[in-house]
């Protein structure tokens, strides 16, 4: 692999962050989606957690099991003798329409948006459901962060974090999107709902997508969301 | 003081453990439990970590009892197992009592019991084993009155609750990004909020403020990661932690203290102390180390 720079940072006593750029790039989301799937065929015991985002993997480990200088050097020696990882499996590109209901009490932080883009409510909606982007990671409980819209400014988290986002919700910040199919705390600006179900946890994989698959949203009018909330993420697949 | 345990019949009973492993090439045999599995099952079920040595009883009734509550597991062949008296049973972790005596009567179908001890036994190790081998002459048989002394229970990790709390951190990712902060957080004293959850704990205190960048790339955060977001509050992400963050890391709790983290209460006033990441893995290794189920932690 051309993983002329990368670096293995230490996150405390049981985890390590390998990082490739301190930039999001196409490239560089590639190589550590390839190398997350790589190093997890390798089993290096102990091991807990291999999980890729967007320029980095995170590596999490049992210090009773493994030793941090080990494990480091193994990791570097895997990466620097892997000649040709892809990110094949990670480009699975399928796609998911997706539904989402607009501002009011189901998304709270639209105001904030609209003001700080200084466009109007109809413009940011119209670019935020304008055409596919790619799923980037996983996030909260099967939930997932994705490009954002093209809008001409980042967005700014929230101050202070919200403490209850209900689960559904459509979220933005900086220049990306999140789905988070869960309530939770969430430091992201929210601006829409999704009512189709998409966690099925008696079945694994839990959620059909991955990293590589590609979202469009829609809008639909809040007496809309009753006809989706029957619906699965299946439904929303797109076959052409 | 020392604390024994005191056979008042020994029967035909002796110590016994594994047996000996490496000497067959010299003609030693290994000797040991000749019922392996009734030895091993009671050293599990009293919970010790490694097998220790046993009482083995054959076929004749035997009685003990000890200075110091004691706990113990009776396994193999059926017998009348009593404590002053009254019945206990087999394959079971009974705790008995100091001064009162334990018998075991009547074993029948199979010929050996075994006692296992839920602590160490002080008896020499001969080639790596206290197991008697009548051939050699190595170990002993019981005799009535023999006293066996036990040795010093265990030490295990005496964890203290309650506030003012005291966590160890280890750096964090982005501690270069809080050069010209460390002092003043881990000088601050802060107060757990009642916004904290198994997701995330919110502290006030002092707020954080000027440090640059106040956002990063998100990446994926280790549990005990210490975020400042950008009102300066510090917030620890707990194990239901969403598995991203975007706010600069200032330091990860150590492992060995985040069970304090999960015990702190809404209202408790903490602060940090910055440790090495071998003081935290010393730490968690004297912490979890003698606990033999440590090995199942996620």
Redesign the interface.
Known sequence: MEMETFEIIDCGDSAVLVEVSKVVTEDAWSKIHGLAKALAREKIAGITTIYPTYTTILIVFNCLVTDRAILKKHIRKFIENTSCITNTDAKTGERYRLPVVFGGEWGPDLPFVVEHLGISEEEVIRRFCAGYRKILTFATFCGFLMQGASFEKRIPRCKIPHTKVLGGCVEVAGNKTAFIPVTTSSGWRVIGHCPVKVIDLDSMPPVPYNPGDYIEFFPIREEEQSQYEGKTIYEMKVTS | MDEYLIVKIAGFSSLQDLGRKTYMSYGISSNGALDTYSYLLGNELVGNSYPQASIEITAFDFMMSSTTDIPICITGAPADLAIEGNPISSEQRVVLPAGKMLSVKKIRDGLRVYIAIGREIDVPQRLGSCSFDAVGMLGERLRNGHKLRLKESKIYYKQICGSPWSIDV????DVDTFRDYLEQFYGTTYTVST?SNN??IRLGGKPIVGHKPT?V?????????IQI???GNP?ILFKGR???A??P?I?????ADFDLVGQMRPGDEVHFRRIS?AE??KK??EK??PLKL??F??
Do not use: M, Q
């Open positions: 280890c750096d964090g990712c916004d997701v995330g956002e790339v998100s990446r994926g955060v280790a549990v005990g990661s977001v950008p009102s917030i969403g598995g991203t975007g706010y890391i330091g990860v709790v150590a492992s990441l935290a893995v968690y290794k979890f180390g440590a090995s932690i996620k």
